[in-house]
C-alpha cells in the first residue's frame, strides 16, 4: 500500500476540546462551581473549538442556555444524524462570560434503548447495572450517547485532533466506550472525589490509616455501590490522562481505583481584584453590619454583648455530619467557651453552622425576634424623626426672653405618648427563654447529630457563655426574612471560616474565603489545606490554619482547632485587619488565570501520548527540557506588608510526569499561547504581581500520598541529582577522607 492512502495526521495545536460533565448548565453540587467559573478561562484559550457537554435539564436550561444552530459542519451533520434516530439535545451558548458552546442531550429520548446498553456494556465490559438504581440508568444513557457522538463526530472531522475530558463517574461512562470502538479520540478523567471514599469515610473507620488494606470490591459491594465503582475504576484505567484535583484525593485514588493519577488540577476561582486593598476591607464591614442586625434580633432579651466587640465563625457545606468536620467544630467551641470565661475575656464570639437539612419551618422565636427588634428600630426612628421637628420649631421660634435659661429643655423634647410608646416596645422584647440555638424547627429534632452535640457541650446561648451558637438548616440567600443576605455577603461579614474536614478532596469553602479576605482554618486531610501547605511556608501567617488530622490524634486535633480560634478571638481590630490584607494577597494563587493551565497540561501530555509523532520534531528542538530551570519552593513568613504571592514560572504548581512524557520547554515556557489567549481584552494591570515568590525546597517522596503529598516524576525539573552526579560526589568525598587520614590530625 502506497503512503498516500494512509490517513491524515490530525492537527494537534488547533485541536478541539469537549469537556463533559453531569454539572454543564445544570446545578447540583460543587462540580458545576468548577465548570462554571473554569469556562471563561477555557472558552478564552480555545473560542469556539470548545463545546461541554452535559445532561438536559429542562427545567434549568432554558435559564442557562441560549439556543443556537451548530455552524461547524461536522458538528451539523453528526446532530442530524442523530436527531433523525430519536436524540434530543439542545446545543446553545451558555449564559455566563465568554458564552461558550453547550451540547445537552436528553437522556429520556433514549431509554427504549435502555435494556440493549445494558446488556452491552455488561457482554463488553462486565459491569452489571441493576433495575432500580436510577441514578446508574441516567448516567449509562448519558454514557452511550456521548460515545456515540464522539464516534461519529470523530468520522466526519478528519483535520483536527479531539480531545475529550470527563469530570466524575458520572460522565466517564464514555471513555471505555471509546477505548473500545477505538475512536480516535484522546480521553482525560478527572475524579474529584472517589465513590468508595465518600461512602468509607461516611462510617466510623480510620480511613486514611488503613487505604491499602481495604478490598475494594468487597467494601463496594456491601454498600450498594459495586456497579458504580466499576464506572468510575474502568474510566479511570481506560483514560489517556488520569487526575484528581489534590494529592490527598490523589493518595486515595491510587489505593482505591488502583491507579496512579498523571496529575493534579486543582481547583480555582474567577478572582476579582480591587484597584485598592481599602475596598475590600469596606465591604467587610458594611457585611458585617447587617449580620448585626440579625444578632440584635436573634439574641432580644439577651442582648447583653457588645457587638463592636464580637466575632462572627462559621462553617458551611453539605449536611455531613462527621465528614465536614461538625463534631470537631463544636467541640472546639466548648473548650474555646471554656477558655474564654476562665480568661475573664469581654470578647464573643457567635458561631454559625449553614448546613441544609430537613425543616419544617421558621421557628417563632427566630422570627419573633426579627419582628420586635424592626418594630423598636421603626418606633425609635419615628420618636427620632417628632423629636427633631420639635427642636427644629422651637429653635426657630427662639427669640431670647428667657435670661439665664437653657435654650431648650431636654425634658420637654420627649412626649408622653412617645414614652409609652417606648415602654410598649421594650416590655416586648422580654422572654423568659433562651435565644434559640436553631432557627428552623427541625424535622427529627431529637436524632439530629448537630443538635445533639451541641446539648451534650451545654452551648444554650446563655448569658455567661462567650461562645454563641447559631444552627442555620438552609442555604443562605437575600430573601430570607431571618438573615436575609446571599452566601457571599454572610461570608464577607464573617471573622474566620472554619471547615475541620475529615473527607474533602478540594474543599471550595476556604478557597472562596481565601478570595474574599477572610481566614480560614481547614485540616490536612483536605485538599485545599494540602495545597496551600505546600505552598505557604507558615500558612497561619497568612490566615491559613491548618489542622492536623493526619497524624494527630482526634483529642490533639480539637485542641489544636481551639488554640487556632482561641488565637483569633484574642486578636485585636488592627492585628485581624492586617490579617484580612494578607488573606486576600493570597488570592491570586487561586485565580483560574494561574490554575487554568494545570488543564492546559493535561490536555497537552493526553496530545502526546495519544499521537507522540506529531511532537517527535518539537522534542528534539527541545533538547529534551522540562517545564522548570527552577526550584520548587514555599512562600517564607510574610513582613510587617507582605508583598502579593505570585507563580512565578507555570510550572510551580504542575504535579504531570513532564520528565517521563519529554513534554518541551517550548510548550509553556513563557506561557505565550495560553497567556496570549485568556489575556485578551484583559484589563488587569500587569503589574499586580511585582513581588517575587520564594519558595522552600520540596523533597520528593515515595508515593502520591507522602509527606507533602507531592511526589510525581519530574517534579523538581533539571535540578534532580542524577546517578552520575552521586558517584561524583562520592569520589570527592573519598579523595577528601583520604588527604585528611593522610596528613593526620594535626597535619594543617
Given at each position: 500500500?502506497?503512503?498516500?492512502?494512509?490517513?491524515?495526521?490530525?492537527?494537534?495545536?488547533?485541536?478541539?476540546?469537549?469537556?463533559?460533565a453531569w454539572e454543564v448548565a445544570n446545578k447540583v453540587g460543587g462540580i458545576y462551581t468548577v465548570i462554571k467559573t473554569k469556562a471563561p478561562v477555557t472558552a478564552a484559550e480555545y473560542g469556539d473549538r470548545l463545546t461541554l457537554i452535559g445532561p438536559l435539564n429542562y427545567k434549568t436550561a432554558p435559564m442557562e442556555v441560549d439556543p443556537?444552530?451548530?455552524?461547524?459542519?461536522?458538528?451539523?451533520?453528526?446532530?442530524?444524524?442523530?436527531?433523525?434516530?430519536?436524540?434530543?439535545?439542545?446545543?446553545?451558548?451558555?449564559?455566563?462570560?465568554?458564552?461558550?458552546?453547550?451540547?445537552?442531550?436528553?437522556?429520556?429520548?433514549?431509554?427504549?434503548?435502555?435494556?440493549?446498553?445494558?446488556?452491552?456494556?455488561?457482554?463488553?465490559?462486565?459491569?452489571?447495572?441493576?433495575?432500580?438504581?436510577?441514578?446508574?440508568?441516567?448516567?449509562?444513557?448519558?454514557?452511550?450517547?456521548?460515545?456515540?457522538?464522539?464516534?461519529?463526530?470523530?468520522?466526519?472531522?478528519?483535520?483536527?485532533?479531539?480531545?475529550?475530558?470527563?469530570?466524575?463517574?458520572?460522565?466517564?461512562?464514555?471513555?471505555?466506550?471509546?477505548?473500545?470502538?477505538?475512536?480516535?479520540?484522546?480521553?482525560?478523567?478527572?475524579?474529584?472525589?472517589?465513590?468508595?471514599?465518600?461512602?468509607?469515610?461516611?462510617?466510623?473507620?480510620?480511613?486514611?490509616?488503613?487505604?491499602?488494606?481495604?478490598?475494594?470490591?468487597?467494601?463496594?459491594?456491601?454498600?450498594?455501590?459495586?456497579?458504580?465503582?466499576?464506572?468510575?475504576?474502568?474510566?479511570?484505567?481506560?483514560?489517556?490522562?488520569?487526575?484528581?484535583?489534590?494529592?490527598?484525593?490523589?493518595?486515595?485514588?491510587?489505593?482505591?481505583?488502583?491507579?496512579?493519577?498523571?496529575?493534579?488540577?486543582?481547583?480555582?476561582?474567577?478572582?476579582?481584584?480591587?484597584?485598592?486593598?481599602?475596598?475590600?476591607?469596606?465591604?467587610?464591614?458594611?457585611?458585617?453590619?447587617?449580620?448585626?442586625?440579625?444578632?440584635?434580633?436573634?439574641?432580644?432579651?439577651?442582648?447583653?454583648?457588645?457587638?463592636?466587640?464580637?466575632?462572627?465563625?462559621?462553617?458551611?457545606?453539605?449536611?455531613?455530619?462527621?465528614?465536614?468536620?461538625?463534631?470537631?467544630?463544636?467541640?472546639?467551641?466548648?473548650?474555646?467557651?471554656?477558655?474564654?470565661?476562665?480568661?475573664?475575656?469581654?470578647?464573643?464570639?457567635?458561631?454559625?453552622?449553614?448546613?441544609?437539612?430537613?425543616?419544617?419551618?421558621?421557628?417563632?422565636?427566630?422570627?419573633?425576634?426579627?419582628?420586635?427588634?424592626?418594630?423598636?428600630?421603626?418606633?425609635?426612628?419615628?420618636?427620632?424623626?417628632?423629636?427633631?421637628?420639635?427642636?427644629?420649631?422651637?429653635?426657630?421660634?427662639?427669640?431670647?426672653?428667657?435670661?439665664?435659661?437653657?435654650?431648650?429643655?431636654?425634658?420637654?423634647?420627649?412626649?408622653?405618648?412617645?414614652?409609652?410608646?417606648?415602654?410598649?416596645?421594650?416590655?416586648?422584647?422580654?422572654?423568659?427563654?433562651?435565644?434559640?440555638?436553631?432557627?428552623?424547627?427541625?424535622?427529627?429534632?431529637?436524632?439530629?447529630?448537630?443538635?445533639?452535640?451541641?446539648?451534650?457541650?451545654?452551648?444554650?446561648?446563655?448569658?455567661?457563655?462567650?461562645?454563641?451558637?447559631?444552627?442555620?438548616?438552609?442555604?443562605?440567600?437575600?430573601?430570607?426574612?431571618?438573615?436575609?443576605?446571599?452566601?457571599?455577603?454572610?461570608?464577607?461579614?464573617?471573622?474566620?471560616?472554619?471547615?475541620?474536614?475529615?473527607?474533602?478532596?478540594?474543599?471550595?469553602?476556604?478557597?472562596?474565603?481565601?478570595?474574599?479576605?477572610?481566614?480560614?482554618?481547614?485540616?490536612?486531610?483536605?485538599?485545599?489545606?494540602?495545597?496551600?501547605?505546600?505552598?505557604?511556608?507558615?500558612?497561619?501567617?497568612?490566615?491559613?490554619?491548618?489542622?492536623?488530622?493526619?497524624?494527630?490524634?482526634?483529642?490533639?486535633?480539637?485542641?489544636?482547632?481551639?488554640?487556632?480560634?482561641?488565637?483569633?478571638?484574642?486578636?485585636?481590630?488592627?492585628?485581624?485587619?492586617?490579617?484580612?490584607?494578607?488573606?486576600?494577597?493570597?488570592?491570586?494563587?487561586?485565580?483560574?488565570?494561574?490554575?487554568?493551565?494545570?488543564?492546559?497540561?493535561?490536555?497537552?501530555?493526553?496530545?502526546?501520548?495519544?499521537?507522540?509523532?506529531?511532537?517527535?520534531?518539537?522534542?528534539?528542538?527541545?533538547?529534551?527540557?522540562?517545564?522548570?530551570?527552577?526550584?520548587?519552593?514555599?512562600?517564607?513568613?510574610?513582613?510587617?506588608?507582605?508583598?502579593?504571592?505570585?507563580?512565578?514560572?507555570?510550572?510551580?504548581?504542575?504535579?504531570?510526569?513532564?520528565?517521563?512524557?519529554?513534554?518541551?520547554?517550548?510548550?509553556?515556557?513563557?506561557?505565550?499561547?495560553?497567556?496570549?489567549?485568556?489575556?485578551?481584552?484583559?484589563?488587569?494591570?500587569?503589574?499586580?504581581?511585582?513581588?517575587?515568590?520564594?519558595?522552600?525546597?520540596?523533597?520528593?517522596?515515595?508515593?502520591?500520598?507522602?509527606a507533602s503529598g507531592v511526589s510525581t516524576p519530574g517534579l523538581l525539573g533539571g535540578k534532580t541529582l542524577s546517578a552520575t552526579d552521586l558517584d561524583r560526589a562520592d569520589e570527592a568525598l573519598s579523595q577528601h577522607q583520604s588527604g585528611v587520614n593522610g596528613n593526620g590530625r594535626n597535619g594543617h
Amino acid at each position: 500500500m502506497s503512503s498516500s492512502s494512509a490517513p491524515p495526521m490530525r492537527d494537534v495545536h488547533n485541536h478541539l476540546l469537549f469537556e463533559c460533565a453531569w454539572e454543564v448548565a445544570n446545578k447540583v453540587g460543587g462540580i458545576y462551581t468548577v465548570i462554571k467559573t473554569k469556562a471563561p478561562v477555557t472558552a478564552a484559550e480555545y473560542g469556539d473549538r470548545l463545546t461541554l457537554i452535559g445532561p438536559l435539564n429542562y427545567k434549568t436550561a432554558p435559564m442557562e442556555v441560549d439556543p443556537v444552530e451548530p455552524d461547524n459542519e461536522p458538528l451539523r451533520l453528526t446532530l442530524e444524524s442523530m436527531a433523525s434516530r430519536g436524540v434530543k439535545f439542545l446545543y446553545g451558548r451558555w449564559l455566563i462570560d465568554r458564552a461558550p458552546r453547550v451540547l445537552l442531550f436528553d437522556t429520556g429520548s433514549m431509554y427504549s434503548k435502555l435494556d440493549e446498553w445494558k446488556g452491552d456494556l455488561w457482554n463488553s465490559a462486565g459491569i452489571p447495572t441493576p433495575q432500580n438504581d436510577h441514578e446508574t440508568n441516567e448516567t449509562l444513557v448519558f454514557g452511550y450517547l456521548v460515545a456515540w457522538f464522539l464516534g461519529e463526530f470523530a468520522v466526519r472531522e478528519r483535520q483536527k485532533a479531539i480531545v475529550a475530558h470527563f469530570h466524575e463517574w458520572q460522565a466517564g461512562l464514555a471513555i471505555p466506550l471509546c477505548r473500545q470502538r477505538r475512536i480516535d479520540v484522546t480521553t482525560i478523567f478527572t475524579t474529584h472525589a472517589t465513590l468508595l471514599g465518600r461512602y468509607l469515610c461516611a462510617g466510623s473507620v480510620d480511613f486514611y490509616n488503613n487505604l491499602q488494606y481495604f478490598d475494594v470490591d468487597h467494601e463496594a459491594g456491601k454498600r450498594g455501590i459495586y456497579h458504580r465503582y466499576c464506572i468510575e475504576r474502568a474510566a479511570a484505567h481506560c483514560a489517556d490522562v488520569f487526575t484528581t484535583v489534590s494529592h490527598i484525593t490523589a493518595y486515595e485514588s491510587e489505593h482505591l481505583l488502583k491507579r496512579k493519577p498523571d496529575g493534579v488540577l486543582p481547583n480555582g476561582l474567577n478572582v476579582v481584584k480591587f484597584s485598592a486593598m481599602h475596598e475590600f476591607q469596606n465591604l467587610h464591614a458594611q457585611a458585617k453590619n447587617k449580620i448585626a442586625e440579625f444578632i440584635k434580633g436573634h439574641f432580644y432579651g439577651h442582648y447583653d454583648f457588645d457587638l463592636d466587640n464580637t466575632l462572627y465563625f462559621f462553617t458551611a457545606g453539605r449536611y455531613e455530619y462527621r465528614n465536614k468536620g461538625v463534631d470537631m467544630f463544636i467541640e472546639a467551641l466548648a473548650r474555646l467557651n471554656y477558655r474564654l470565661q476562665k480568661a475573664g475575656s469581654k470578647t464573643t464570639v457567635v458561631a454559625f453552622i449553614i448546613m441544609p437539612a430537613a425543616t419544617n419551618s421558621y421557628t417563632i422565636e427566630a422570627l419573633k425576634g426579627q419582628a420586635v427588634t424592626k418594630q423598636l428600630r421603626d418606633t425609635v426612628e419615628q420618636i427620632q424623626a417628632r423629636i427633631g421637628e420639635r427642636l427644629f420649631e422651637r429653635t426657630a421660634r427662639y427669640q431670647g426672653e428667657a435670661h439665664g435659661a437653657d435654650l431648650v429643655d431636654p425634658a420637654t423634647l420627649l412626649s408622653e405618648s412617645d414614652k409609652i410608646l417606648l415602654k410598649r416596645r421594650i416590655f416586648a422584647l422580654k422572654r423568659n427563654s433562651l435565644p434559640p440555638v436553631v432557627t428552623h424547627n427541625m424535622a427529627d429534632d431529637a436524632n439530629d447529630p448537630i443538635l445533639n452535640q451541641i446539648r451534650r457541650v451545654q452551648l444554650f446561648n446563655r448569658p455567661q457563655d462567650r461562645v454563641k451558637v447559631i444552627f442555620h438548616p438552609e442555604f443562605l440567600n437575600a430573601n430570607n426574612p431571618i438573615l436575609g443576605l446571599d452566601y457571599e455577603e454572610f461570608v464577607r461579614g464573617c471573622h474566620l471560616g472554619v471547615f475541620p474536614s475529615y473527607y474533602e478532596p478540594w474543599g471550595y469553602t476556604p478557597a472562596e474565603c481565601t478570595v474574599m479576605g477572610v481566614p480560614s482554618i481547614t485540616t490536612n486531610l483536605s485538599g485545599f489545606g494540602c495545597f496551600m501547605e505546600d505552598l505557604l511556608e507558615t500558612p497561619e501567617q497568612y490566615g491559613i490554619g491548618i489542622v492536623d488530622r493526619r497524624t494527630c490524634s482526634v483529642e490533639e486535633s480539637v485542641e489544636g482547632l481551639a488554640s487556632s480560634m482561641e488565637k483569633m478571638a484574642l486578636m485585636n481590630r488592627r492585628q485581624r485587619i492586617a490579617l484580612r490584607n494578607r488573606t486576600e494577597r493570597l488570592s491570586d494563587l487561586l485565580d483560574w488565570k494561574k490554575l487554568g493551565l494545570e488543564y492546559a497540561k493535561a490536555r497537552q501530555l493526553a496530545l502526546r501520548r495519544a499521537y507522540p509523532d506529531s511532537f517527535a520534531q518539537e522534542d528534539d528542538e527541545d533538547g529534551g527540557l522540562g517545564y522548570f530551570d527552577e526550584s520548587n519552593s514555599k512562600v517564607p513568613p510574610p513582613a510587617s506588608i507582605p508583598g502579593s504571592p505570585r507563580v512565578r514560572t507555570p510550572g510551580d504548581l504542575a504535579t504531570l510526569t513532564e520528565d517521563m512524557q519529554g513534554l518541551g520547554t517550548s510548550d509553556y515556557r513563557g506561557s505565550a499561547a495560553f497567556w496570549q489567549a485568556i489575556g485578551k481584552n484583559d484589563d488587569e494591570d500587569e503589574e499586580i504581581f511585582k513581588f517575587p515568590l520564594v519558595m522552600k525546597q520540596r523533597h520528593r517522596g515515595s508515593s502520591v500520598g507522602s509527606a507533602s503529598g507531592v511526589s510525581t516524576p519530574g517534579l523538581l525539573g533539571g535540578k534532580t541529582l542524577s546517578a552520575t552526579d552521586l558517584d561524583r560526589a562520592d569520589e570527592a568525598l573519598s579523595q577528601h577522607q583520604s588527604g585528611v587520614n593522610g596528613n593526620g590530625r594535626n597535619g594543617h
